[in-house]
T-cell receptor, first 113, second 112 residues
Framework: DGGITQSPKYLFRKEGQNVTLSCEQN?????MYWYRQDPGQGLRLIYY???????QKGDIAEGYSVSREKKESFPLTVTSAQKNPTAFYLC????????????FGDGTRLSIL | QQPVQSPQAVILREGEDAVINCSSS?????VHWYRQKHGEAPVFLMI?????EQKGHDKISASFNEKKQQSSLYLTASQLSYSGTYFC?????????????FGRGTQLTVWP
């Protein structure tokens, strides 16, 4: 079955440590997205990629980095510069850029040790 | 540019109806609706494009009033499975055409 796989489901980070969240899709979608979800805040866009080898900053990109070297993969690195990384992170994809339904992964919950 | 959803929370009995509203301060091109159950991924419900059209499936439908820059989601004869948090995502026609701005969500609880 086609879908989006995020791993790990739970992740713990120590102070000063970078961590990478994995997102893989086998839907053959061109566009991919990373959102951060905090209680009562809705979904806030961190980075998005319209097509492979291209990505753009979203609304809260500071302290995060991404790469899009393969169509099916869009990993997110939470760097030590992100001072408040505890949140639920959701990866999504859509067939193409522009008003297409977004399909979401099951999320990664990141906590600080 | 985050749209405003109202109400923040709704509690219903099975079989009752509910309306969730989503309004934006910017001219809209599209509105998406998603439902998220606790600890799970948001699931796409429907997309509405400009033109005031109404879409729906089963007993969930939505309208989009481009002039008023708002959309409403209608849940008719609610079922227990309708419980969850509903998000609207709005797309505009400006330089950010293609990306969505999500509201803070409306938490819907259906009791038997």
């Amino acid at each position: 079955d086609g879908g989006i796989t995020q791993s790990p489901k739970y992740l713990f980070r120590k102070e000063g440590q970078n961590v990478t969240l994995s997102c893989e899709q086998n839907l053959n979608h061109d566009a991919m997205y990373w959102y951060r979800q905090d209680p009562g805040q809705g979904l806030r866009l961190i980075y998005y990629s319209q097509i492979v080898n291209d990505f753009q900053k979203g609304d809260i990109a500071e302290g995060y980095s991404v790469s899009r070297e393969k169509k099916e993969s869009f990993p997110l690195t939470v760097t030590s510069a992100q001072k408040n990384p505890t949140a639920f992170y959701l990866c999504a994809s859509s067939m193409s850029w522009g008003n297409q339904p977004q399909h979401f992964g099951d999320g990664t919950r990141l906590s600080i040790l | 540019q985050q749209p405003v959803q109202s109400p923040q929370a709704v509690i219903l009995r099975e079989g009752e109806d509910a309306v969730i509203n989503c309004s934006s301060s910017k001219a809209l091109y599209s509105v998406h609706w998603y439902r998220q159950k606790h600890g799970e991924a948001p699931v796409f419900l429907m997309i509405l494009l400009k033109g005031g059209e109404q879409k729906g499936h089963d007993k969930i439908s939505a309208s989009f009033n481009e002039k008023k820059q708002q959309s409403s989601l209608y849940l008719t004869a609610s079922q227990l499975s309708y419980s969850g948090t509903y998000f609207c995502g709005t797309g505009d026609r400006g330089s950010t055409l293609g990306r969505l701005y999500f509201g803070r969500g409306t938490q819907l609880t259906v009791w038997p």
